[in-house]
């Protein structure tokens, strides 16, 4: 009985090591895919949100960097 579990469990084995083997080139090429998405769309734009949000910060502090002269002054 125990050998006969212990067959079972290695076809088990076989088979799902030999469906893995099947799925894995698509699913290194569906990996791929998102890879390329991200590096061409993702990421450029999220730079390009990044920088306009740096550079209205930097007018937003400048401002600010103003009005605590003016206070100042008085």
């Known amino acids: 009985m125990a050998n006969q579990t212990s067959d079972s469990f290695k076809d088990f084995g076989r088979k799902v090591e030999e469906k893995f083997n099947e799925t894995r080139p ?7 895919k ?5 590096n061409d769309e993702v990421v450029p734009s999220v730079r390009q949100n990044s ?24």
Do not use: C
Not at 26 to 32: F, G, M, R, S, T
Not at 34 to 38: D, E, K, N, S, T
């Open 26 to 32: 698509l699913v290194e090429d569906e990996v791929k």
């Open 34 to 38: 998102v890879i390329a998405y991200l």
């Open 51 to 74: 920088s306009k949000a740096l550079k209205i910060a930097a007018e937003q502090l400048t401002k600010l960097a103003e009005h605590i002269d003016r206070g100042e002054k008085r």
